[in-house]
């Protein structure tokens, strides 16, 4: 027995395909949204978000959840940098943190004083007051 005049877009005669909008499911990926979380979104089971991304994107899911996220996080970076270059002190300090591993010096692990440092630091400072860069 065949199913003559069957659809191949829509495995299920008699049910209504449901059309997904992909550019929707694209900028939802960008944002960081999992697969279960688009197709709760959609309000359609994940199992029809893989097969259909095949049938209309002619790609696998997992491609094309890949492409989108790296999207996304070029997006973000971008930002997180022209807010840097900005001026913005806590996004320089970020960015400091994450792509320059730099961290904040933890007072537990610090040698301690042996009054060189003080002796540095004052004569430092009477440097700086004589070429009047710091007030007196």
């Known amino acids: 027995m065949g199913h003559k005049g069957r659809n191949p877009n829509n495995p299920y005669p008699g ?16 944002a960081g949204c999992t697969a279960d979380e688009i197709a709760g979104y959609l309000g359609v089971h994940i199992d029809t ?17 890949a492409t989108k996220k790296a999207k996304g996080e070029s997006l973000l970076r971008t930002k997180q940098f022209e807010k840097a270059m900005k001026g913005n002190t806590t996004m320089l300090i970020w960015l400091g ?10 007072s537990k692990n610090v040698p301690p004083n042996d009054g060189k440092i003080t002796e540095m630091l004052s004569g430092m400072n009477e440097y700086l007051k004589s070429k009047k860069i710091v007030a007196e």
């Open 15 to 30: 049910k209504k395909k449901i059309v997904i909008d992909w550019e929707k499911v694209g900028y939802l990926l960008e």
């Open 97 to 106: 943190k994450i792509r320059l591993e730099q961290r904040e010096t933890d």
């Open 49 to 65: 978000i893989y097969k259909r991304c095949v049938l209309d994107n002619n790609t696998e899911f997992s491609n094309f959840r």
